[in-house]
């Protein structure tokens, strides 16, 4: 089934429909989700497959709010899962607790963060992590504005910068793993949490510089170009290969989805988890994402089973977290 990114719409919650002549009935149980938009094209497909094995019996919904407005809603009880492209940070888990939503934690893919320009761009074929911090410090807002300024071998134009908002658990990682600290970010760019706005953004202009998960750049390659990144090593693109070995980073990360201990003792809720992480590593590969080990979803399940709840990431924003230590952490919660 050919899947489709380029339908999301930031701000409208995104009613997924059984495709075919099924149609869902007005007493159908319903599935709230909310949160991350990178993680939403995961969602997005195992929601469709769900919702046409139970041929209109269950509705899933899902919205696109970034991680932190995600969170939010969740943590109020809103909604039953939150798609989440970092873990759960302390003052949301303050909120969590405070409401009393507990929630085990599901890491379901690797993502890359892919620096992306204009395809007429022919001169930033690498960019170091310095260069990038240059670019995006709160320091760099209104000074540091032609291609000149970071690296004298680039051309004296203007840059235009498109990035992630500032509800996006992608805009959290990238200003930790770039700048040094989350959400500490120059504000003279364009932001969205609607990752198309950003890729239109970039494609639109020769001087566009952008960032957003690799399924989009792959989604949108004839439009944008990936820039090797260069974190110590030599410049890394970003590939299933440099995401498990460990190369590409800082910028590869684990993405997640959280569920409401509450929810799932609902049948609606529980079968669409388990439909989740038995698809999960298919689906996520057909969405051009990074599929986890078979054994991370079972264990998902194996804990949503004994209400493991909490995080092994303890509120705390991380970078550079490789695979096998993810398993790690995981495997001991």
């Not at 209104?142 to 996006?168: E, R």
């Not at 609607?194 to 494609?203: E, F, I, K, P």
């Not at 201990?261 to 689906?283: C, G, H, Q």
Request: some cysteine; charged content about 25%.
């Amino acid at each position: 089934m050919l899947r489709l990114l380029g339908s999301k719409t930031l701000g409208v919650v995104a009613v997924l429909g059984v495709l075919g002549t099924a149609s869902v009935s007005c007493a159908a149980a319903i599935v709230k989700i909310d949160g991350s938009s990178t993680v939403y094209p995961i969602t997005e497909a195992v929601a469709e497959d769900f919702q046409i094995a139970k041929k209109g019996a269950v509705k899933v919904t899902v919205g696109i709010s970034g991680t932190g407005g995600g969170f939010k809603k969740f943590c109020r009880g809103e909604t039953d899962i939150v798609n989440a492209s970092r873990p759960i940070l302390k003052k949301e888990m303050d909120d969590c607790k405070a409401a009393g939503v507990q929630y085990v934690e599901m890491p379901v893919a690797y993502d890359a963060l892919t620096i992306v320009v204009n395809p007429k761009n022919d001169w930033s074929k690498v960019i170091t992590v310095a260069e990038l911090k240059k670019i995006w410090e709160p320091a760099a807002q209104g000074k540091i504005t032609k291609w000149s300024q970071v690296n004298p071998t680039w051309p004296d134009d203007t840059m235009k910068l498109y990035g992630a908002g500032a509800d996006s658990g992608t805009f959290d990682y990238f200003t930790e793993a770039i700048v040094g600290k989350a959400k500490s970010s120059r504000g003279d760019f364009t932001a969205s949490e609607d990752d198309n706005v950003l890729v239109q953004g970039v494609a639109s202009d020769k001087n566009g510089l952008g960032f957003f998960g690799f399924a989009y750049y792959v989604e949108n390659q004839k439009k944008v170009k990936a820039v090797a990144v260069d974190g110590g090593k030599g410049g890394i693109l970003p590939s299933e290969k440099t995401v498990e070995d460990g190369s590409y980073q800082p910028l590869s990360r684990p993405i997640f989805i959280y569920v409401n201990i509450k929810s799932a003792d609902k049948p609606e809720v529980r079968e669409f988890v388990e439909f989740y992480m038995k698809n999960a590593a298919t689906l996520v590969k057909e969405v051009k994402f990074f599929p986890l080990p078979a054994h991370i979803y079972t264990s998902n399940i194996e804990h949503l089973n004994k209400k493991k709840v909490g995080t092994v990431f303890n509120g705390q924003p991380e970078v550079g977290l490789k695979i096998e230590e993810l398993i790690k952490r995981e495997a001991g919660l």
